[in-house]
């Protein structure tokens, strides 16, 4: 069991920063990945990033890339999502999630991951 709590949401002006936290419990091993998803009302729920731990490699969704950042610590958590620029349209609740192992090459599938958090909701005003 994999337990996932995220937070740092908040409402903010376009333009804006903010950086989320997802703690990861109890035991994180190599090759383990975690990824933000968002979900708007009314939309499906999207990937935005992914983080493989061991290598520490990364991937994004065209819509984020060069905007947010996802790492991690030496501890191995929490998971930081840092999101830069944002837009109204980045609005959404954003989940963190678990799966034993991931692609870095494809999309972020909601299918992929066992274990999901609560969700933190990101706001962004015009």
């Known amino acids: 069991q994999v337990h996932l709590v995220e937070s740092g949401g908040g409402s903010v002006q376009g333009g804006s920063s903010m950086k989320l936290s997802c703690v990861v419990s109890?035991?994180?091993?190599?090759?383990?990945?975690v990824a933000w998803f968002r979900q708007a009302p009314g939309k499906e729920r999207e990937g935005v990033a992914v983080?493989?731990?061991?290598?520490?490699?990364?991937a994004y969704d065209d819509s984020v890339k060069g905007r947010f950042t996802i790492s991690l610590d030496n501890a191995k958590t929490p998971v930081y999502l840092q999101m830069h620029s944002l837009k109204p349209e980045d609005t959404a609740m954003y989940y963190c999630?678990?799966?034993?192992?991931?692609?870095?090459?494809?999309?972020?599938?909601?299918?992929?991951?066992?274990?999901w958090g609560q969700g933190t909701q990101v706001t962004v005003s015009s």
């Open positions: 983080i493989r731990y061991g290598s520490g490699s990364t």
């Open positions: 109890p035991n994180i091993n190599s090759g383990n990945c």
């Open positions: 999630a678990w799966a034993r192992g991931c692609s870095l090459v494809v999309r972020i599938k909601t299918d992929d991951y066992n274990y």
